[in-house]
């Protein structure tokens, strides 16, 4: 692996460790429970009865992840109205998106055989053709990938 992907792992490494840090000082302290911790904000008005919620979660960790959310999934499942972030329109996915495009990403540029040989293993069985992914998307992907892979295990 090549010292500046190394050094771009430490780095990595080192901002997750500081972020799950200050996310865990903000929790209240739950020894014995087994939920996961997310953001659920219920927004209640003094002019109306209307209650709304706004919910976030890491992106990165899925439906299984959102599921198991079990009273963030009661509330939202009492709305009348639901307005999600993002939806699987066909033709609109960021696989789509990516697909169309006919710049290529010279990555051999970018990383060393190893690290290319990391990402073709990777991408070996993805519909998404990897090559046509911009170097930012490549890192917002590795990130995902490092969360759901290690974080998440």
Not at 6 to 28: C, D, H, N, T, Y
Request: proline share 2%; glycine share 4%; aromatic share 12%.
């Amino acid at each position: 692996m090549g010292h500046k992907m190394k050094r771009r792992i430490f780095s990595m490494v080192i901002l997750l460790l500081l972020f799950s840090q200050v996310g865990e000082a903000q929790l209240p302290n739950k020894e014995d429970s087994d939920t996961f911790n997310t953001l659920l904000f219920k927004v209640t008005s003094s002019e109306n009865n209307q209650v709304s919620y706004v919910f976030g979660t890491h992106h990165a960790f899925g439906k299984v992840f959102f599921d198991s959310l079990i009273l963030a999934n009661q509330a939202l499942a009492s709305s009348e109205i639901l307005i999600k972030e993002n939806l699987n329109t066909s033709g609109e996915t960021a696989e789509d998106i990516i697909n169309r495009r006919t710049e290529i990403t010279q990555w051999n540029n970018y990383l060393s055989k190893e690290d290319l040989t990391y990402i073709d293993n990777l991408f070996a069985t993805s519909p998404t053709d990897y090559h046509k992914i911009t170097p930012t998307e490549m890192y917002v992907f590795l990130n995902r990938h490092f969360k759901q892979q290690v974080c998440l295990n």
